[in-house]
């Protein structure tokens, strides 16, 4: 196997822009049959990895550091936290969310991601619409909804709403910004495309 190939795969493995969640074994396991095709110290594929994949600009463009995000761009995250799971996100959390929405991901999917999450299903388990109503009232609201109001929003989720739609609806309102004391919200700027590479 040659050497760029062996690159790549380590690349696919230790790259933090791929965001793939891997097990020490697994690791562990790939690198070692790796080594064992090129024959080489566990030093030299370091070194390969440091010349060739973390200076590489274009795993450099793939990941913005959530320091660059504005106050309207980190609260809505920040506010996403308290309508779902009722708490404040710890600081890795928080930058590690923020980041995906300034790497292009959707303020909607990563609201899909909370509520499909093993933190949402140990708190609450599984929904139905109403009970849904009833968490975001109370999470956002800090109260039991109204009967015409949890009608009113029960109907639209039965109507085909999605839930992430009405999450943000409680999330991002101006009702919720306000009693959060939080920035409004503000969409990131578009991510930089990687660069490429000059054609022979």
Same mark, same amino acid.
């Given at each position: 196997?040659?050497? +760029?190939?062996?690159?790549?795969?380590?690349?696919?493995?230790?790259?933090?822009?791929?965001? =793939?969640?891997?097990? /020490?074994?697994?690791?562990? #396991? /790939?690198?070692?049959? @790796?080594?064992?095709?090129?024959? /080489?110290?566990?030093?030299?594929?370091?070194?390969?990895?440091?010349?060739?994949?973390?200076?590489?600009?274009?795993?450099?463009?793939?990941?913005?550091?959530?320091?660059?995000?504005?106050?309207?761009? =980190?609260?809505?995250?920040?506010?996403?936290? @308290?309508?779902?799971?009722? =708490?404040?996100?710890?600081?890795?959390? =928080?930058?590690?969310? #923020?980041?995906?929405?300034?790497? *292009?991901?959707? $303020?909607? *999917?990563?609201? +899909?991601?909370?509520?499909?999450?093993?933190?949402?299903?140990?708190?609450?388990?599984?929904?139905?619409?109403?009970?849904?109503? *009833?968490?975001?009232?109370?999470?956002? $609201?800090?109260? &039991?909804?109204? &009967?015409?109001?949890?009608?009113?929003?029960?109907?639209?989720?039965?109507?085909?709403?999605?839930?992430?739609?009405?999450? @943000?609806?409680?999330?991002?309102?101006?009702?919720? /910004?306000?009693?959060?004391?939080?920035?409004?919200?503000?969409?990131?700027?578009?991510?930089?495309?990687?660069?490429?590479?000059?054609?022979?």
């Amino acid at each position: 196997m040659a050497n +760029s190939q062996v690159v790549r795969r380590l690349t696919v493995i230790f790259n933090p822009a791929t965001r =793939r969640a891997r097990s /020490v074994a697994t690791v562990f #396991v /790939v690198l070692v049959g @790796l080594l064992s095709m090129l024959a /080489v110290t566990p030093a030299e594929a370091e070194a390969d990895l440091s010349e060739s994949v973390f200076d590489d600009p274009i795993y450099a463009a793939a990941t913005v550091e959530p320091a660059t995000a504005s106050p309207g761009v =980190r609260d809505s995250v920040v506010r996403l936290y @308290l309508a779902v799971f009722d =708490r404040l996100p710890a600081a890795e959390g =928080r930058d590690y969310w #923020v980041g995906r929405y300034l790497e *292009g991901e959707a $303020l909607a *999917g990563i609201a +899909s991601w909370f509520i499909a999450s093993p933190e949402w299903e140990a708190t609450y388990g599984r929904l139905d619409d109403r009970q849904f109503v *009833g968490v975001l009232y109370n999470n956002v $609201l800090g109260r &039991a909804p109204e &009967a015409e109001g949890e009608a009113y929003w029960v109907d639209r989720l039965s109507s085909g709403s999605d839930r992430t739609e009405l999450l @943000l609806g409680f999330s991002e309102s101006a009702e919720f /910004v306000s009693l959060t004391e939080t920035a409004n919200p503000e969409a990131p700027p578009p991510p930089p495309p990687p660069p490429y590479p000059d054609l022979p």
